[in-house]
């Protein structure tokens, strides 16, 4: 695998991760369900699985960038697991609407467990960091990416707050703390 | 709030990283990493309605 394949892979998994992102919202608005915390850090995880690619396209891939990545798919995973282990038991409904069959945080362990497999595929190819230390040039495609992924993290700073305000989201939110005053 | 300082600093973290602050970004990351923990410790013991 070339530098420049790892780069185009890399932009292809942050265009991966803004979807997922923009998924949850949709979803989040379309049936108006609010997500908990648990909800809550598993997106986080998927904003912080983002920071290896970017990394990776500002100063080229190196394994230390993949590291981050795997820190991130693996708290990630943990994070919905334990959601997963708390609506275990017979007859629990679940958090949530099913999409496909699948929980949101089902599909975010297979998502996270799916990330560890890609990320430890793609570091089976030594090739890509062959040339450490230069700067890989990037087009509109790997820009658009990066910039897409900052601004649906920013846009979830500005949900978390609509939804909490000032102080710790509740364990089962009901209804948006900015909505709360009308 | 505790999820929004989160996305907050990991936002930070990809700016940092995109504007060329590599050894930043990497001690954002960590630190993010180390409050994400914590805040999931904190709520991994929420109390939940149960619906059975």
Redesign the interface.
Known sequence: MTPRLAVTLNALGLYGIALVLVAAFVFQVALQELPCPLCLLQRVAFAALAVGPILNLRFGPRPSHYALSLLAAVLGAVFAMRQVLLHIAPGDPGYGSAVLGYHYYTWAFICFAAAIVLIAAILLFDRQFSAPGDAPRLGLFEKAAVWLVIGVTAANVLAVFAECGPSVCPDNPVSYWILQGS | ????I???L??A???A??L?R?AL??GL?GL??VL??A??LH??T???????
């Open positions: 709030m505790d999820q929004m989160l996305f907050l990991f936002a973290t990809m700016l990283a995109w060329g590599r970004a990497f990351f993010s990493l994400s923990v805040d999931y709520h991994a929420d109390r939940l309605p149960l619906s059975f």
